[in-house]
Nanobody, 121 residues
């Protein structure tokens, strides 16, 4: 069973930065590099939305329009970790952020526990 443990949330002022980390383990017969990784977020009263996607090798990334140019997703396959660097944060970025992994062979999906990010002065 894949486990995703997130860290890096917190309270930050508008214009500030935060870096999320998601450490993965428990791949069974697979490797971390066999998983597509994504970050989602869910604001109060809103549906969960996709924030960023990264390919298995890290060479391809995709972003939601609302974060493009401000957020960067990356991964370190040697460390089994995916990151979300968040710059120029806005109050609208306030949400619980979730790490997501999908096995490229079985399509099994796993979620992290979620971490709160609050952008407020």
């Amino acid at each position: 069973q894949v486990q995703l443990v997130e860290s890096g949330g917190g309270l930050v002022q508008p214009g500030g930065t935060l870096r999320h980390s998601c450490a993965a383990s428990g791949f069974g017969g697979f490797a971390f590099s066999d998983y597509y990784m994504r970050w989602y977020r869910q604001a109060p009263g809103k549906e969960r939305e996709l924030v960023a996607v990264i390919s298995t090798t890290g060479t391809s990334t995709t972003y939601a329009g609302s974060v493009k140019g401000r957020f960067t997703i990356s991964r370190d396959n040697a460390e089994n970790t995916v990151y979300l660097q968040m710059n120029s944060l806005k109050p609208d970025d306030t949400a619980v952020y979730y790490c997501y992994a999908q096995n490229t062979y079985s399509s099994a999906v796993y979620w992290g526990q979620g971490t709160q990010v609050t952008v407020s002065s």
